[in-house]
């Protein structure tokens, strides 16, 4: 599953045996060796899932970009410089990126999981508790 291949996962191989009992094993989306999950957000020209890498059990952040809308909206440039920047950059309050992997139509960003919702929310109770 190398270089961003999307493959769908079952049960481990011997795991289970014969046709009714594989029909009912849960089926896994992989995107290389990340395990991709429901999406935990989403804004106009990306969607983001939470995956789990299947080689540590570590979640991570996936955000999965399509190509098309990418060339269509003239946004490369933007995308290649905010991967280069995201490469680069390590400080404790900005989220850091794992790896980016590319399938035929979509681009995969892989990075840390931060939870606790979204970070305007927080701005705009803190400005509210604050009047």
Known sequence: AEGGRVRQRGARPGALRGS???AGAARKKLVGRYEVGRTIGQGSFAKVKFAVDADTGAPVAMKVLDKATIL??????QIKKEISIMKIVRHPNIIRLNEVLAGQTKIYIIMELITGGELFDKIVRNLWSTC
């Open 72 to 77: 269509n909206n003239r946004m490369l440039q």
């Open 20 to 22: 009714k009992q594989m």
